[in-house]
């Protein structure tokens, strides 16, 4: 008998969980040995989720955040970054498939909104001026969608 293998979708979000005063919750992930920093990202489930909802779902998995709740409000940026999967990961994508499309999309959330971390995915979370999250970025897109959130944070503010 064979096994059927469900490989990951090769479209993902990146969503910078940012306060109105425009400090970025980073999540340091589990599975890396280093000092891997980065936003909350994720696959689509399948082929018919949309944007919005695997950014929320992926929201509420990694850090317990209900994206829906009262003072949160999930934007898409209408950004995409195309990029070569990491080999380390390649093995959880189709054969063939080198290349992922990523949606950027901004959730605000009041200050002092509570994160309760996924410890299968995260070992740790900060909450980190915008400048300084940036920095702190493993990935450099990542870095680069924290460095454009004034651009996009006045029409996140609920």
């Known amino acids: 008998m064979t096994a059927i293998v469900h490989y990951k979708i090769p479209r993902s979000v990146l969503v910078v969980i940012h306060t109105p005063g425009l400090q970025v919750l980073l999540l340091r992930r589990a599975d890396t040995a280093q000092e891997f920093w980065q ?7 399948h082929e018919d989720e949309t944007w919005l909802q695997t950014a929320a779902r992926e929201v509420g998995e990694e850090t ?30 189709a054969p063939g498939v080198w290349h992922n499309t990523e949606r950027v ?29 940036a920095r702190r970025c493993y990935s450099p897109s990542n870095a680069e969608a924290i ?12």
């Not at 002092?112 to 909450?127: I, K, Q």
């Not at 944070?153 to 609920?158: G, H």
């Open 39 to 45: 936003s909350v990202t994720g696959s689509k489930d």
């Open 105 to 133: 999309l901004g959730l605000c959330v009041p200050a002092g909104t509570p994160v309760a971390l996924s410890p299968r995915e995260h070992t740790a979370y900060a909450w980190w001026d915008w400048r300084e999250a």
């Open 147 to 158: 460095l454009m959130l004034p651009r996009f944070a006045d029409a996140a503010v609920p």
């Open 64 to 93: 317990g955040i209900d994206a829906s709740a009262p003072g949160c409000r999930l934007t898409d940026w209408g950004l995409e970054n195309v990029y070569t999967i990491y080999p380390e990961w390649q093995h959880r994508y």
